[in-house]
Protein backbone atom coordinates (compact mmCIF):
# COMPACT_ATOMS: atom_id res chain seq x y z
CA UNK A 1 0.00 0.00 0.00
CA UNK A 2 1.34 3.53 -0.61
CA UNK A 3 1.24 6.48 0.75
CA UNK A 4 -1.17 8.85 0.00
CA UNK A 5 0.74 12.59 -1.59
CA UNK A 6 1.92 15.25 0.52
CA UNK A 7 1.37 18.66 -0.33
CA UNK A 8 5.09 20.17 0.17
CA UNK A 9 3.78 23.94 -0.40
CA UNK A 10 1.69 23.67 2.54
CA UNK A 11 3.59 21.86 4.75
CA UNK A 12 6.36 24.89 4.59
CA UNK A 13 3.57 27.24 3.99
CA UNK A 14 2.29 26.08 7.52
CA UNK A 15 5.61 25.52 9.05
CA UNK A 16 6.19 29.84 8.01
CA UNK A 17 3.54 31.06 9.56
CA UNK A 18 3.87 29.01 12.86
CA UNK A 19 7.60 30.24 13.36
CA UNK A 20 6.65 33.59 12.73
CA UNK A 21 3.72 33.33 15.75
CA UNK A 22 5.64 34.07 19.22
CA UNK A 23 5.16 31.29 21.68
CA UNK A 24 8.10 30.87 24.76
CA UNK A 25 6.78 28.36 26.86
CA UNK A 26 4.31 29.80 29.24
CA UNK A 27 3.28 31.84 26.68
CA UNK A 28 2.27 29.24 23.59
CA UNK A 29 -1.15 29.99 23.48
CA UNK A 30 -1.52 31.63 20.33
CA UNK A 31 0.64 29.13 18.39
CA UNK A 32 -1.75 26.26 20.30
CA UNK A 33 -4.93 28.58 18.81
CA UNK A 34 -3.03 28.71 15.49
CA UNK A 35 -3.28 24.93 15.22
CA UNK A 36 -6.33 24.49 16.87
CA UNK A 37 -8.05 26.81 13.80
CA UNK A 38 -6.27 24.81 11.42
CA UNK A 39 -7.26 21.60 12.46
CA UNK A 40 -10.90 22.67 13.12
CA UNK A 41 -11.25 22.36 9.63
CA UNK A 42 -11.09 18.82 9.64
CA UNK A 43 -14.62 17.54 10.91
CA UNK A 44 -12.67 13.96 11.44
CA UNK A 45 -11.42 15.38 14.63
CA UNK A 46 -12.72 16.35 18.04
CA UNK A 47 -10.61 19.13 19.19
CA UNK A 48 -10.25 19.62 23.31
CA UNK A 49 -7.91 21.62 25.63
CA UNK A 50 -5.98 20.15 28.78
CA UNK A 51 -6.19 22.50 31.52
CA UNK A 52 -3.10 23.59 31.13
CA UNK A 53 -3.65 24.49 27.82
CA UNK A 54 -2.60 21.72 25.20
CA UNK A 55 -4.47 21.17 22.57
CA UNK A 56 -5.35 17.19 21.83
CA UNK A 57 -6.56 16.54 18.39
CA UNK A 58 -9.01 13.00 18.71
CA UNK A 59 -9.61 11.20 15.49
CA UNK A 60 -11.90 8.47 16.32
CA UNK A 61 -12.35 5.10 14.66
CA UNK A 62 -14.24 2.32 15.17
CA UNK A 63 -11.65 -0.31 15.41
CA UNK A 64 -10.32 -3.38 17.82
CA UNK A 65 -6.68 -2.00 18.31
CA UNK A 66 -6.01 0.15 20.75
CA UNK A 67 -5.95 3.67 20.88
CA UNK A 68 -2.60 5.51 20.29
CA UNK A 69 -1.06 9.27 20.29
CA UNK A 70 1.42 11.35 18.76
CA UNK A 71 2.62 14.62 20.68
CA UNK A 72 4.83 17.17 19.62
CA UNK A 73 5.66 21.03 20.93
CA UNK A 74 4.85 24.44 20.00
CA UNK A 75 6.57 26.14 22.76
CA UNK A 76 10.19 27.29 22.20
CA UNK A 77 12.66 28.86 23.91
CA UNK A 78 12.35 32.49 25.45
CA UNK A 79 12.67 34.46 27.84
CA UNK A 80 10.88 37.12 30.25
CA UNK A 81 11.43 40.84 31.94
CA UNK A 82 13.30 39.95 34.86
CA UNK A 83 14.39 43.26 36.08
CA UNK A 84 14.02 46.98 34.61
CA UNK A 85 17.37 48.30 34.85
CA UNK A 86 18.44 51.83 35.73
CA UNK A 87 19.37 53.13 32.35
CA UNK A 88 15.62 52.06 31.89
CA UNK A 89 17.11 48.66 29.45
CA UNK A 90 16.15 45.09 30.68
CA UNK A 91 17.74 42.23 32.17
CA UNK A 92 16.04 38.82 31.21
CA UNK A 93 15.68 35.56 32.79
CA UNK A 94 15.67 32.94 30.53
CA UNK A 95 13.10 29.99 29.78
CA UNK A 96 14.54 26.99 28.64
CA UNK A 97 18.09 26.11 27.60
CA UNK A 98 18.67 29.22 25.83
CA UNK A 99 22.60 30.56 26.06
CA UNK A 100 23.38 33.83 25.86
CA UNK A 101 25.92 34.01 22.98
CA UNK A 102 23.54 32.38 20.43
CA UNK A 103 20.36 34.96 20.77
CA UNK A 104 23.47 38.32 21.05
CA UNK A 105 21.92 41.07 18.60
CA UNK A 106 18.57 39.33 17.79
CA UNK A 107 15.76 41.23 17.76
CA UNK A 108 12.92 40.90 20.26
CA UNK A 109 9.31 41.11 21.00
CA UNK A 110 8.55 42.28 24.83
CA UNK A 111 4.58 41.25 25.09
CA UNK A 112 4.03 43.91 27.79
CA UNK A 113 0.99 43.75 30.19
CA UNK A 114 -0.35 45.72 29.50
CA UNK A 115 -1.19 44.58 25.62
CA UNK A 116 1.49 46.51 23.81
CA UNK A 117 3.95 45.32 21.92
CA UNK A 118 7.45 47.06 22.40
CA UNK A 119 10.66 46.17 20.12
CA UNK A 120 14.31 45.55 21.22
CA UNK A 121 17.14 43.91 20.33
CA UNK A 122 19.98 41.34 22.87
CA UNK A 123 23.19 43.17 23.32
CA UNK A 124 26.12 42.71 25.96
CA UNK A 125 26.22 45.81 28.23
CA UNK A 126 29.61 46.94 26.64
CA UNK A 127 28.35 46.58 23.21
CA UNK A 128 29.95 49.70 21.85
CA UNK A 129 33.56 48.35 20.15
CA UNK A 130 34.56 52.10 20.30
CA UNK A 131 33.80 52.30 24.04
CA UNK A 132 35.07 49.24 25.68
CA UNK A 133 37.64 47.57 23.18
CA UNK A 134 38.80 44.41 24.28
CA UNK A 135 36.22 44.77 27.09
CA UNK A 136 34.19 43.82 24.62
CA UNK A 137 35.22 41.23 23.55
CA UNK A 138 35.72 39.94 27.38
CA UNK A 139 32.56 40.76 29.19
CA UNK A 140 31.09 37.23 29.71
CA UNK A 141 27.56 36.52 28.18
CA UNK A 142 25.36 36.44 31.60
CA UNK A 143 22.73 37.16 32.77
CA UNK A 144 24.26 39.64 34.56
CA UNK A 145 25.98 41.30 31.32
CA UNK A 146 23.60 41.13 28.86
CA UNK A 147 20.68 43.34 28.49
CA UNK A 148 17.73 44.80 26.17
CA UNK A 149 17.94 47.96 24.63
CA UNK A 150 14.34 48.79 23.15
CA UNK A 151 13.19 50.60 20.69
CA UNK A 152 11.66 53.60 22.52
CA UNK A 153 12.37 56.27 23.68
CA UNK A 154 14.02 55.46 27.29
CA UNK A 155 17.03 56.31 29.20
CA UNK A 156 15.25 55.39 33.11
CA UNK A 157 13.25 52.60 34.67
CA UNK A 158 10.35 55.17 34.86
CA UNK A 159 10.69 55.58 31.13
CA UNK A 160 10.49 52.17 30.96
CA UNK A 161 8.03 51.93 33.54
CA UNK A 162 5.57 54.49 31.09
CA UNK A 163 5.58 51.50 28.22
CA UNK A 164 3.72 49.72 30.33
CA UNK A 165 6.80 46.82 30.81
CA UNK A 166 6.30 44.45 33.82
CA UNK A 167 8.30 42.31 35.83
CA UNK A 168 7.62 38.77 34.18
CA UNK A 169 6.35 40.23 30.76
CA UNK A 170 7.40 38.02 28.24
CA UNK A 171 10.12 38.28 25.53
CA UNK A 172 10.30 36.39 22.29
CA UNK A 173 13.34 36.13 20.16
CA UNK A 174 12.79 36.87 16.45
CA UNK A 175 12.74 33.49 14.15
CA UNK A 176 14.88 35.11 11.71
CA UNK A 177 13.15 32.77 9.34
CA UNK A 178 14.63 32.02 5.46
CA UNK A 179 13.19 29.57 2.69
CA UNK A 180 16.05 28.85 0.36
CA UNK A 181 16.35 25.82 -2.38
CA UNK A 182 14.77 23.84 0.01
CA UNK A 183 16.18 24.72 3.23
CA UNK A 184 14.14 26.15 5.77
CA UNK A 185 16.72 28.30 8.24
CA UNK A 186 14.83 30.05 11.48
CA UNK A 187 14.67 29.70 14.95
CA UNK A 188 12.61 27.30 16.52
CA UNK A 189 12.37 24.48 13.82
CA UNK A 190 12.37 23.07 17.61
CA UNK A 191 9.39 21.53 17.55
CA UNK A 192 7.46 23.42 15.39
CA UNK A 193 9.13 21.66 11.94
CA UNK A 194 7.20 18.66 13.70
CA UNK A 195 4.03 20.13 14.62
CA UNK A 196 3.79 21.19 11.35
CA UNK A 197 4.78 17.25 9.97
CA UNK A 198 1.72 15.83 12.16
CA UNK A 199 -0.63 18.98 10.66
CA UNK A 200 0.54 17.74 6.85
CA UNK A 201 0.39 13.97 7.31
CA UNK A 202 -3.25 14.61 8.92
CA UNK A 203 -3.84 16.93 5.84
CA UNK A 204 -2.59 14.20 3.64
CA UNK A 205 -4.45 11.55 5.15
CA UNK A 206 -7.71 13.37 5.01
CA UNK A 207 -7.48 14.65 1.65
CA UNK A 208 -6.96 10.82 0.27
CA UNK A 209 -10.05 9.87 2.35
CA UNK A 210 -8.13 7.83 4.30
CA UNK A 211 -8.37 7.07 8.09
CA UNK A 212 -5.84 5.56 11.01
CA UNK A 213 -6.29 2.19 11.98
CA UNK A 214 -6.57 3.18 15.74
CA UNK A 215 -8.08 5.79 17.28
CA UNK A 216 -5.60 8.81 17.74
CA UNK A 217 -4.98 11.36 19.81
CA UNK A 218 -2.51 14.12 18.44
CA UNK A 219 -1.32 15.85 21.56
CA UNK A 220 -0.41 19.26 20.63
CA UNK A 221 2.10 20.45 23.70
CA UNK A 222 2.94 24.25 24.89
CA UNK A 223 5.38 22.99 28.32
CA UNK A 224 8.18 20.75 26.33
CA UNK A 225 10.66 23.25 26.67
CA UNK A 226 10.32 23.27 30.40
CA UNK A 227 10.37 19.29 30.81
CA UNK A 228 6.61 18.75 31.41
CA UNK A 229 4.84 19.18 28.58
CA UNK A 230 3.28 15.84 27.71
CA UNK A 231 3.10 15.05 31.17
CA UNK A 232 -0.09 15.42 30.91
CA UNK A 233 -3.27 15.14 28.63
CA UNK A 234 -2.69 11.41 27.39
CA UNK A 235 -5.66 9.63 27.93
CA UNK A 236 -4.51 6.24 29.74
CA UNK A 237 -5.96 4.09 27.56
CA UNK A 238 -3.27 4.84 24.68
CA UNK A 239 -0.89 2.13 24.39
CA UNK A 240 1.57 3.54 22.64
CA UNK A 241 2.95 7.26 22.07
CA UNK A 242 4.90 8.74 19.06
CA UNK A 243 6.51 11.39 20.27
CA UNK A 244 7.32 13.77 17.07
CA UNK A 245 10.96 16.04 18.02
CA UNK A 246 13.97 17.20 16.35
CA UNK A 247 16.64 14.95 15.49
CA UNK A 248 20.11 16.09 16.26
CA UNK A 249 22.84 17.04 13.41
CA UNK A 250 26.54 18.07 13.90
CA UNK A 251 29.58 16.21 14.76
CA UNK A 252 29.39 12.92 15.66
CA UNK A 253 25.99 12.40 15.10
CA UNK A 254 24.49 10.49 12.21
CA UNK A 255 21.20 12.45 11.82
CA UNK A 256 21.23 14.96 8.97
CA UNK A 257 19.18 17.39 7.13
CA UNK A 258 17.82 15.11 4.71
CA UNK A 259 16.24 12.00 6.70
CA UNK A 260 14.46 11.31 9.60
CA UNK A 261 15.99 10.04 12.69
CA UNK A 262 14.54 6.91 15.19
CA UNK A 263 15.90 8.16 18.43
CA UNK A 264 17.44 4.90 20.26
CA UNK A 265 18.43 6.83 23.98
CA UNK A 266 18.82 10.16 24.88
CA UNK A 267 19.89 12.02 27.90
CA UNK A 268 16.54 10.46 29.57
CA UNK A 269 16.55 7.64 28.49
CA UNK A 270 16.13 4.53 26.29
CA UNK A 271 12.95 4.49 24.16
CA UNK A 272 10.77 1.39 23.49
CA UNK A 273 12.49 -1.08 21.58
CA UNK A 274 9.28 -3.29 20.41
CA UNK A 275 7.33 0.12 19.01
CA UNK A 276 11.50 0.65 17.66
CA UNK A 277 11.29 -2.42 15.51
CA UNK A 278 7.97 -1.59 14.53
CA UNK A 279 8.67 2.28 12.92
CA UNK A 280 12.04 0.85 11.51
CA UNK A 281 9.98 -2.32 9.31
CA UNK A 282 7.69 0.65 8.20
CA UNK A 283 10.72 2.79 7.35
CA UNK A 284 11.76 0.14 5.72
CA UNK A 285 8.68 -1.23 3.84
CA UNK A 286 7.96 2.30 2.65
CA UNK A 287 11.20 3.34 1.08
CA UNK A 288 11.30 6.60 3.97
CA UNK A 289 15.01 7.61 4.28
CA UNK A 290 15.74 7.50 8.13
CA UNK A 291 18.43 7.12 10.46
CA UNK A 292 18.98 5.45 14.00
CA UNK A 293 20.64 8.34 16.46
CA UNK A 294 21.84 8.64 20.29
CA UNK A 295 21.85 12.22 21.42
CA UNK A 296 23.76 13.35 24.68
CA UNK A 297 21.51 16.35 25.98
CA UNK A 298 18.21 15.86 24.55
CA UNK A 299 15.12 14.86 26.88
CA UNK A 300 11.51 14.56 25.09
CA UNK A 301 7.59 14.82 25.98
CA UNK A 302 7.67 10.75 25.33
CA UNK A 303 9.91 10.55 28.48
CA UNK A 304 7.95 13.36 30.22
CA UNK A 305 4.86 11.08 29.87
CA UNK A 306 6.93 7.94 31.14
CA UNK A 307 8.24 9.83 34.06
CA UNK A 308 4.72 10.81 34.94
CA UNK A 309 3.55 7.52 35.00
CA UNK A 310 2.68 7.02 31.72
CA UNK A 311 2.14 2.99 30.81
CA UNK A 312 2.66 3.15 27.45
CA UNK A 313 5.38 2.15 24.56
CA UNK A 314 7.03 5.75 23.57
CA UNK A 315 9.52 6.12 20.69
CA UNK A 316 11.11 9.48 18.97
CA UNK A 317 11.43 10.16 15.33
CA UNK A 318 12.01 13.35 13.58
CA UNK A 319 13.90 15.77 10.82
CA UNK A 320 17.85 16.79 11.21
CA UNK A 321 18.17 20.10 12.48
CA UNK A 322 21.20 21.50 12.26
CA UNK A 323 22.51 23.70 15.53
CA UNK A 324 19.50 22.91 17.44
CA UNK A 325 18.60 25.60 20.06
CA UNK A 326 20.29 28.20 18.26
CA UNK A 327 20.01 29.42 14.82
CA UNK A 328 18.55 26.02 13.51
CA UNK A 329 17.86 24.20 10.14
CA UNK A 330 16.04 21.99 8.24
CA UNK A 331 15.50 20.57 4.53
CA UNK A 332 12.15 19.60 2.81
CA UNK A 333 13.54 16.59 2.89
CA UNK A 334 13.80 15.39 6.03
CA UNK A 335 10.79 16.92 6.60
CA UNK A 336 8.70 14.98 3.82
CA UNK A 337 10.63 11.78 5.35
CA UNK A 338 8.98 12.69 8.69
CA UNK A 339 5.44 13.27 7.19
CA UNK A 340 5.54 10.05 5.51
CA UNK A 341 6.79 7.89 8.56
CA UNK A 342 4.09 9.53 10.41
CA UNK A 343 1.33 8.43 7.94
CA UNK A 344 2.51 5.16 7.49
CA UNK A 345 2.98 4.46 11.27
CA UNK A 346 -1.09 5.82 11.46
CA UNK A 347 -2.17 3.25 8.37
CA UNK A 348 -0.60 0.31 10.50
CA UNK A 349 -1.63 -2.41 12.12
ZN1 LIG B 1 11.84 19.91 21.07
Known sequence: ???????????????????????????????????????????????????????????????????IALTAHVDTLGAVVKEIKKNGRLKLSRIGGVEWPTVETEGVWIFASNGEKIRGSVLVETASG????????????????????LDARTLSKEETRALGIKIGDCVAFDPRLE??????????????????????AIKSLADAGQSPTHT????????????????????????????????????????????ATLCI??????????????LRALAEQHGIPYKTDVYRYYASDGEAFWRAG??????????????????????????????????????SD
Open 1 to 67: MSLPAINQEYLVDFLVKLLNIPSPAGFAEPAIAFVEKELSQYKQLQLSRTRKGALVAKWEMESELPP
Open 130 to 149: HIYGQAMKDTPRDDDHMEVR
Open 179 to 200: VTNGFVRSRHLDDKACVANIVS
Open 216 to 259: VYFHISNYEEVGHGASAGIPSDVAELLTVDMAVVGKGQESDEFN
Open 265 to 278: KDAGGVYHEGLNRR
Open 310 to 347: GDVAVALIGPGIDASHNYERTHTDGLVATTNWIMAYLL
